[in-house]
């Protein structure tokens, strides 16, 4: 929610969130044996994070199946570079910290088999805590309201567990709103009247009513519509298990099966749904896990 008449702010950090637009390589690598090695761009991520792997082959791989927080992870051939495949990592919002694998099994042109896996650490993220004194509505919604968003947000879920197999963006992913100054609430943990609140899953941008919003990358339209909490809603789909989320909108501007390319009109902010203003909330879900979507924007993805 953004900031309005209905709201008197409390925010208590216990650690602010360094975001960034892009990676600082500090890849690790790991041999796999006849030619093959596995590569991450951090042996470690903070909960909410994002990183790339490469599995790098002397001969081309006949097969790759890989994996990765308890889903198959999908991999893409690098088209400027011969034998290098590459995905993403996501890292849930809510990952148990802890130590996790990338493993893969991949054949060689020979039938060769080859095991891999390589170790990547999840550190705790370190969010904002705000308490909120709200509107009552906002926090004892009645129940129809809640038998709505129970059947929407399952909905949801069956949208972000589908994997298109097809990769649909090209190059780097760019923020929606041009010239946005980076948010900094991924995260944040709310307590509504006295009440804890699940964490915030996305960034919200404050712009006034109106103001255009653009794709972040090309993909398929797989929702647009209103929600419950959310309001005017779209969803991209960018296959591979990548989705952009854009919520609160005033209006839409696409439709369910559009193909649309980055930058491409999506419809304008508002304040639609549960939301004390009017901004942008801009979420990312990579492979089912909820991740702060400033990373991914000017990330090598290409």
């Known amino acids: 929610m953004g900031s309005s008449r209905y709201a008197a702010i409390t925010v208590a950090f216990f650690a602010c969130p ?26 470690a991520a903070s909960q909410g994070g994002l990183l790339q792997a490469e599995v790098r082959s002397a001969r081309p791989l006949t097969i790759l199946d890989a994996q ?23 890292v849930d919002l809510e990952r148990k910290p802890g130590e996790y694998e990338i493993s893969f099994a991949a054949q060689l042109p020979g039938g060769e ?10 550190k705790q993220g370190k969010f ?10 906002f926090v004892e919604p009645n129940p129809k309201d809640i038998e709505r968003a129970e059947n929407e947000g ?44 699940s964490p915030h899953t996305g960034v919200d941008f404050p712009a006034p009513t109106g103001t255009l919003i653009h794709a972040a990358q090309r993909g398929r339209v797989v929702l647009a519509e209103n929600l419950y909490f959310s309001g005017n809603t779209v969803i991209l789909d960018h296959g591979l298990g990548v989705y952009t989320f854009y919520g609160h909108m005033n209006s839409i501007s696409v439709r369910v099966g559009d193909v649309v390319g980055v930058g491409a009109i999506l419809g304008r902010v508002g304040a639609t749904g549960r939301a004390t203003g009017s901004h942008l909330h801009w979420g990312l879900t990579v492979n089912q896990a909820r991740v702060n979507p400033l990373q991914i924007v000017g990330l090598s993805a290409k």
């Open 154 to 197: 399952q909905r949801l879920r069956e949208i972000f567990g589908a994997t298109t197999p097809e990769r649909l963006w090209r190059g780097s992913f760019r923020l929606p709103l041009p010239g946005s100054k980076n948010a900094r609430n991924f995260g944040r943990r709310r307590v509504l009247n006295g009440q804890p609140r």
């Open 68 to 90: 990765w927080a308890d889903h198959a992870l999908p991999f893409w051939p690098d088209p400027r570079r011969t034998n290098i495949q590459a995905a993403l990592l996501g």
């Open 128 to 137: 904002a805590i705000e308490s909120l004194k709200v509107a009552p509505e």
């Open 18 to 43: 360094a975001l960034v637009t892009a990676q600082t390589k500090t890849w690790a690598s790991r041999d796999c044996g006849t030619g093959v090695s596995l590569r991450v761009s951090s042996p």
């Open 113 to 122: 088999q080859v095991n891999c896996s390589a170790p990547v650490s999840v």
